[in-house]
């Protein structure tokens, strides 16, 4: 016990009040007494006592009502009651107050020194348990601070020794991190492009546009071109509470081994079409040369089919590759609705067939496009062939021209099989066949590359989205024609 405490005694005079002074006194306590609400206040203000006792009709409001305003001020200040005598509801009554205690005559000396003493070993207890664990979790604190700094050093250097760019931007695209491959595949010297603006400190073309076209929540994936050759695919990421993420990967190899891909199916295409005119023509031939038996007649016609079958796949190859080449330059005013019902004309019969219901819907305002007719229309045959070839009987099919701003918005919906995710960014590429696509249906999987390279021939975007099971929409965006 220390012989400096302060007990606070808030007791309306009376002989109880007098000889608890003196017993607590004689104790060797500091012993402070109020009279009233604001004497109590006052001596509180003037040094916050070590105990409290106060009397249950103390003040107008009360001991209870008072003792429990006082705890929310300080909730380790130990309080005890007095009542005038005692009663059953009494130590509930102190309980749900969350005081320490509560005092009834009579009262002996000894007993009223005895019960500060507990309560001020109790709040003297609850004191250092709450030093110590304020000790504590400011220690814990402090170690996960420098964990973190020991770690944030770690990531510093695993980021900057990766080989693909990565470069952070702030919510404003202000860079915030760039590692030493962007200052390298940028040939950015040592000037520091940090807290610049990316497209101020890396002023490139195709950067630019990734970013433009990120705001839009489409494209997140753009290349990158260099002109001493190099590639590199950029993607763009938000990240949450910070800004975004640009990561560049090195994809020239690859670029390189697509072309020479391309190059020796163009080659190889461009030799078959000549014995495959030949096949085709002697067939025709045969047929006119004398009776044939019914059954040779129909292995004739099986011959044929599969001649041609090869011939428009090889003509869809060098198509590929007249397109990818560059060699598609006609551009006239098209308009997409009336390419668009050829097209369904075309496949009026197999609609029928399956029994598929068709929605056309074309938005009054939507405008022409600069483009190549035949390919358009081609576009629109795969996109619209596609979902119906992909979509059981009975199902439905929706065509929608759009404008979007300058841009022209065609969307071929169907409740076909679908795609699975992880193969929904690969169906764009050559030869590719979904996992899911049904035995005995055929195709080559060139028809999606040939609708990318007409789109993008026609600076525009192409991409699906797709639930396996339910259906897929593809989309493309093309530019209207100013
Ligand atoms: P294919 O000749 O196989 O139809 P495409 O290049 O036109 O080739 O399409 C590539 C693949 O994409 C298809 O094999 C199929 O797996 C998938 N696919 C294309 N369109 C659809 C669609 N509307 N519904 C479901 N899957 C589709």
Redesign the pocket.
């Given at each position: 016990m220390s012989k400096k405490d302060l007990i606070l005694l808030a007791l309306h005079p009376s002989p109880i009040l007098d000889l608890m002074e003196c017993a607590l006194f004689s104790a060797g306590f500091a012993v402070a007494s109020a009279r009233d609400r604001q004497g109590m206040e006052k001596a509180i203000h003037e040094a916050i006592p070590s105990l409290l006792i106060i009397g249950e009709k103390f003040s107008s409001e009360g001991g209870f009502p008072l003792s429990q305003e006082i705890l929310q001020r300080f909730p380790t200040l130990p309080i005890f009651l007095y009542a005038e005598k005692d009663s059953d509801g009494l130590a509930i009554s102190v309980l749900k107050a969350g005081l320490s205690g509560y005092l009834y005559p009579p009262i002996k000396n000894s007993e009223l020194v005895d019960e500060v003493q507990r309560g001020l070993t109790r709040a003297r207890k609850l004191g250092d348990w709450l030093r110590r664990e304020v000790k504590r979790t400011t220690a814990s604190l402090a170690e996960k601070a420098d964990f973190s700094e020991g770690e944030r050093q770690k990531l510093d250097a695993i980021i900057s020794n990766i080989q693909d760019g990565v470069i952070v931007m702030d919510k404003r695209r202000r860079v915030i991190l760039a590692n030493r491959a962007v200052y390298d595949i940028f040939d950015l010297k040592d000037a520091s492009i940090l807290g610049k603006l990316l497209t101020d400190a890396i002023p490139n073309e195709d950067l630019r546009a990734l970013l433009a076209r990120a705001n839009d929540g489409v494209l997140k994936y753009h290349e990158v071109n260099f002109n001493d050759g190099r590639v590199y695919n950029a993607q763009y990421t938000p990240i949450p509470h910070v800004g975004s993420a640009v990561t560049m990967q090195d994809i020239s190899y690859l670029k390189e081994l697509d072309r020479l891909k391309s190059d020796f199916i163009h080659t190889i295409s461009h030799d078959l079409r000549s014995p495959l005119t030949a096949i085709l023509g002697y067939a025709e031939l045969v047929e006119r040369t004398g009776q044939l038996a019914p059954t040779q007649l129909e292995f004739l016609h099986r011959l044929q089919g599969s001649a041609q079958h090869i011939t428009t796949l090889v003509n869809d190859l060098l198509d590929l590759g007249r397109l990818d080449a560059g060699f598609d330059t006609r551009r006239e005013a098209v308009r997409l609705d009336n390419v668009l019902k050829y097209s369904l004309d075309l496949f009026e019969n197999q609609i029928r067939k399956k029994n598929i219901k068709l929605t056309v819907e074309i938005a009054p305002d939507l405008k022409t496009l600069r483009a190549n007719p035949i390919r358009i229309r081609q576009m629109l045959d795969?996109l619209v062939g596609?979902?119906i070839?992909?979509?059981p009987e009975h199902g439905s099919v929706r065509v929608g021209l759009s404008m979007e701003g300058d841009q022209i918005v065609m969307k071929v919906a169907?409740t076909?099989?679908?795609?699975p995710p992880e193969e929904q960014g690969r169906?764009f590429e050559k030869f590719?066949?979904?996992s899911?696509?049904a035995k005995g249906l055929q195709?080559?999987?060139?028809?999606?590359?040939i609708v990318k390279s007409i789109v993008e021939s026609h600076q525009g975007r192409v991409w699906v989205e797709?639930t396996l099971g339910e259906g897929?929409t593809?989309i493309v965006l093309l530019p209207a024609q100013e």
């Open positions: 795969n596609n979902a070839k992909y979509t169907d076909g099989v679908g795609i169906v590719y066949r979904a899911n696509v195709g080559s999987g060139v028809g999606l590359a797709s897929s593809f």
